[in-house]
């Protein structure tokens, strides 16, 4: 399996709303780090921390949150995943509409790094009382 396609499994996990697919490409050791400003910022290390600082944390806060991809680009060690998140915050109601690039490494045919890169503004306003 390439690269490219252990990552289109991955989104396509993600349209099915399959959280253990989703996590599959990750190892003890994969590094994800989420955008500075975006609400769960930070670097966490393998599938667990993912789950539980990430997925988790969308899972409790947002409706309909997804990831529509636009482009892959496939860039030998490393692919890019272009698309928008949209979602609506539970606490809120309101929604909101952001573009994202998600940076994947890869050494010896597994993912080492996972980058958000993303827009956090929209998300951060739909988290706060206006």
């Given at each position: 399996m390439s690269n490219l396609d252990i990552i289109a499994a991955h989104y396509a996990a993600s349209d099915r709303g399959d959280l253990a697919g989703m996590l599959a490409p990750l190892g003890p050791g994969t590094t994800w780090t989420e955008a500075a400003g975006f609400p769960y910022a930070g670097t966490y290390t393998g599938p667990g921390e993912v789950r539980?600082?990430?997925?988790?944390?969308?899972?409790?806060?947002?409706?309909?949150?997804?990831?529509?991809?636009?482009?892959?680009?496939?860039?030998?060690?490393?692919?890019?995943?272009?698309?928008?998140?949209?979602?609506?915050?539970?606490?809120?109601?309101?929604?909101?509409?952001?573009?994202v690039a998600h940076v994947w490494k890869f050494a010896d045919g597994k993912v080492t790094s996972f980058e958000q890169i993303v827009d956090s503004v929209p998300v951060v306003n739909a988290m706060e009382n206006r």
């Open positions: 539980d600082n990430v997925f988790g944390a969308i899972a409790r806060e947002w409706d309909g949150y997804t990831f529509t991809l636009g482009d892959l680009f496939d860039a030998g060690d490393a692919v890019i995943g272009i698309g928008t998140y949209e979602g609506k915050h539970r606490g809120t109601g309101r929604s909101f509409t952001a573009r």
